[in-house]
């Protein structure tokens, strides 16, 4: 233990950073009590400056899809930083790392490097607006993106756990360039397409809504846009920063079978370190400089540290059965907290795309941001504080998924289930009648 605690810790951080953290969500403002400081990880598992050990479901939120310090992501990141920190120049490992995704992710011939899932978005629709020479964007309430200007409407993650529709500091005309419409409705993205389609230089979407709780798609829905896009001439971008070699090695658009024009990686690729790409195919990749006249720059893209943590990561998750395992896991937690809650007399709802789900405190579906608006998020700080002191680390925000990694087995699984039968007991005096609980597909 380092001696401190997490009290003396909050008091520090907040007197010299902003609210006291770097992003706004680790503030833990949305469940009513200030957070934890970590200390080290291992596995499934990570420890407080007190020396409390939780069962980590945040995972970085979703970057660890192995866990903590997996041995082959830190023997790899080790070996880099002997060879150099940076360097400013090209490596062979930014080639290596491409490769992999090019022969992974069935959209992308050609992949450039950033330092965050924001700036790959942002990099994406500055290369789909100079490739069609219109402005507009349309994209979906609950989608996040990234805090760049004219994306932050209706979002979700930080913003929808602050209560904010918006950003203030993002100019107005910045704001007009962004169309939003409800995610899984494809009446109102036609009647959009309709209206705008001929301004609309993409349609920006995550496969998965996975910043508003965890969101599906219906049957029918992505493959709708892929339709109106072609239709109309406007490029389809997947933000796969959390689906990308999470829900599938492949990505949602080979789960899905929808191929976008642009994808956007983030998260697992980097194996923990910051990073971002976007990619798609040379017709449109040539656009970007130095090959064409679309400009984005950045001096640590393409890290080498980030380059040798993402491939010793896509290599062991190119393993036989590490998504078959997150998988049936998953599916072993959703049936746990289903059960669970109905023993409980506590309606609740999973939605699960693999190793990826959230739980929302209602027995209706959950098919969009207003059904999430509607299920009762303000159990959710309850909840969270009754499983943190059961020893699970779960998002400190109803908005958020859950992320598994690959170094939680059943014994994990079991402790998770045992934990949320206790959490239950701390909202069900409020809760309803259950009905069973529901399942997403």
């Known amino acids: 233990m380092s001696g401190k605690s997490n009290k003396s810790c909050w008091e520090a951080a907040r007197r010299v950073l902003v609210g006291g953290v770097n992003s706004p969500v680790r503030s833990f403002k949305a469940v009513g009590q200030s957070p934890i400081f970590a200390e080290r990880g291992k596995g499934p598992y990570l420890w407080d400056v007190e020396g409390k050990r939780y069962l980590d479901l945040v995972a970085s939120w979703g970057a660890l899809i192995l866990g903590h310090n997996h041995p082959a992501v830190v023997r790899a990141a080790e070996q880099a930083i002997h060879q150099g ?21 069935p959209s992308v011939e050609q992949v450039r490097f950033v330092c965050s899932g924001t700036e790959a978005v942002m990099s994406a629709l500055r290369l789909a607006r100079a490739a069609t020479g219109r402005s507009k964007v349309l994209k979906f309430q609950g989608g996040y993106h990234g805090h760049s200007d004219g994306l932050l409407s209706s979002s979700g993650s930080g913003l929808a756990t602050l209560g904010l529709p918006d950003s203030p500091g993002v100019p107005a005309s910045a704001a007009r360039e962004t169309l939003t ?24 979407v995550e496969p998965v809504q996975a910043n508003f709780g ?17 239709r109309s001439g ?9 689906t990308g070699f999470r829900v599938g090695y492949n990505g949602a658009q080979r789960r899905f079978g929808v191929r976008p024009d642009l994808t956007v990686l983030g998260k697992v690729i980097g194996g923990g370190f910051p990073i971002g790409a976007y990619g798609g195919p040379k017709r449109l990749m040539k656009w970007v400089a130095p090959a064409g006249p ?12 980030a380059m040798a943590a993402g491939l ?25 907290l289903l059960e669970q809650g109905a023993g409980a007399g506590v309606p609740v709802t999973v939605n699960r795309v693999g190793g990826l789900l959230s739980l929302f405190f209602t027995d209706k579906p959950v ?24 020893g699970v680390y779960l998002p400190p925000s109803p908005f958020e998924g859950w992320f598994l990694s690959a170094a939680v087995g059943e014994k994990e ?29």
């Not at 406007?234 to 959390?242: G, K, M, P, R, T």
């Not at 679309?294 to 540290?305: I, K, N, R, S």
């Not at 098919?367 to 059961?390: N, Q």
């Open 85 to 105: 920190i940076t360097f400013g120049t090209p490596t062979p490992a930014e080639t290596e790392l491409a490769q992999m995704i090019v022969q992974a992710v």
């Open 181 to 204: 419409v409800p995610f899984n409705d494809p009446a109102a993205v036609r009647q959009a397409v309709r209206r705008r389609g001929k301004e609309l230089a993409a349609i920006l």
């Open 214 to 230: 965890v969101i599906p798609p219906e049957p029918g829905f992505l493959e709708t846009l892929r339709e109106l896009a072609d």
């Open 234 to 242: 406007i490029l389809l971008i997947f933000d796969e920063v959390i």
């Open 294 to 305: 679309v400009y984005q720059a950045g001096t640590l893209a393409g890290h080498p540290v």
């Open 312 to 336: 010793a990561a896509l290599k062991v998750l190119q393993a036989e059965g590490v998504y078959e395992t997150l998988e049936n896991l998953g599916g072993r937690l959703e049936q746990g």
């Open 367 to 390: 098919r969009s941001s207003a059904e999430v608006k509607r299920s009762r998020t303000a159990a959710y700080p309850a909840y969270f504080r009754k499983m943190l002191a059961e």
């Open 413 to 441: 699984i079991a402790e998770l289930i045992r934990a949320h039968g206790a959490a239950l007991d701390a909202i069900s005096a409020r809760g309803g009648p259950a009905s069973g609980g529901r399942r997403s597909r």
